[in-house]
């Protein structure tokens, strides 16, 4: 039997945070956060809980969670749970981005079942390679127009409405109890630069996205992490999601700037960044800092080269002849940063799903390097550890075939008591070491800060 989804309107408020403070100790509570008010760029807000199930994907690409897809590969097990949800709830015509359907996770080290790697990274962060849940009602925000609606069925709407007006749950405060240590001191990260360079030099790839990890332990409530870090750098595609595990609390804490991936009504869209300066301190500053990236030839052309990349990667589920690149190297500015965004679109292929696509694009390209798969190789032989969610994709697809998902840069992942960052950056032949280690700092170097007590300040080069 069908049941017919209504969109019902809300209360509106300019951030999504008091919402969500109702809902977050709920089972399976995730939020997509826009970054609101203070983050430019952003519309939505998506936030729900308690889904209809949960499938996570473990390190040996075994689907786990749901006993009938065990047989099927992660993203077709994920298809085959989002047409559950399709076949037995009626949609109505909206132009809003969810109306019930997958939010979760896809980490960087599921791209090990997708292609032939390597396995010499360790893995040291045991969360799952994917975690998705079936969500069947969702509240959403829409800032452009100042409106929120709730999207539910009508036997659920009144749970859900006792949910979001109970009390927030009180919150705890959340402390570092030692300083973030980088995995890679500096004279390890410049053995792995001069490593790269030979490949380059040999022909292997043009580009590579060569990353360390920062962690440290923690104790308390990781939504407050979450807030402060939001302060500090608000971005449109951030994301809260924890969860209990054998672990303790697991989590990501994300506030990526970079939309990966985004499908609506058959219409593909990419976003990749490459090219970053810091914002200045004075306006004469900040102008300086905007046209040197501008002008910046090296810049350009990493950029250009992962444009092509994931040209490559779109045309493999999309309409021959349709992929285009609206926008090149084009100038966008955040609150800490100025970053350089290509804008990549393209038509899907009759009879291919968004997950398709986000199977054949994964990871993505502004990520990896380029060849996508030797580059891959190359950081799983240098860099020590996985990369776990870090420069995976976080998003959502819904029952109508609708997608938005990013790269899941600028994000803590909380595991057995530690919270890991990660900054890497795009190395090319004429890329310097030093300043190459140092940006792998000074990417992350605000988030640090935002988690760190203030007597405490990260330290760096």
Known sequence: ???????????????????????????????????????????????????????????????????????????????????????????????????????????????????????????????????????????????????????????????????LNVAPAAEGDCRLSGAFAAELDPEAYMARFAAVQHYIRAGDCYQVNLAQRFSAPYRGDLWHAYRRLRQATPTPFSAFMAWPSANGEQAVLSLSPERFLECRHGHVETRPIKGTRPRGDTPAADARLAAELEGSLKDRAENVMIVDLLRNDLSRRCQPGTVRVPQLCGLESYVNVHHLVSVVTGTLAPGRTPLELLAAAFPGGSITGAPKVRAMQIIDELEPSRRSVYCGSLGYVDIRGHMDTSIAIRTAVADDGHLHLWGGGGLVADSDGEAEYQETWDKIRHLMSALAPADDPPKGR
Request: glycine fraction near 10%.
């Open 1 to 163: 039997m069908t049941t017919q989804l209504q969109i019902t309107p809300h209360p509106y408020r300019p951030t999504p945070l008091p919402a969500f403070a109702r809902l977050r100790r709920r089972a399976g509570a995730v939020l997509l956060d826009s970054g609101r008010p203070e983050a430019p760029g952003g519309r939505y807000d998506i936030m729900s809980s308690d889904p209809l199930a949960v499938l996570e994907v473990d390190e040996t690409g075994r689907v786990e969670g749901i006993p009938e897809l065990r047989h099927l590969d992660p993203f077709a097990a994920q298809q085959a749970l989002l047409e559950r949800l399709t076949g037995t709830t009626g949609v109505p015509e909206s132009e809003l981005p969810f109306l019930g359907g997958l939010i979760g996770y896809w980490s960087y080290d599921l791209g090990y079942q997708l292609e032939s790697v390597g396995q010499r990274a360790r893995r040291t962060v045991a969360l799952p390679d994917s975690r998705v849940g079936l969500y069947d009602w969702a509240l959403i925000q829409d800032h452009e127009r100042g409106e929120a609606w709730l999207v539910a069925t009508p036997e659920r709407r009144r749970q859900i409405l006792e949910w």
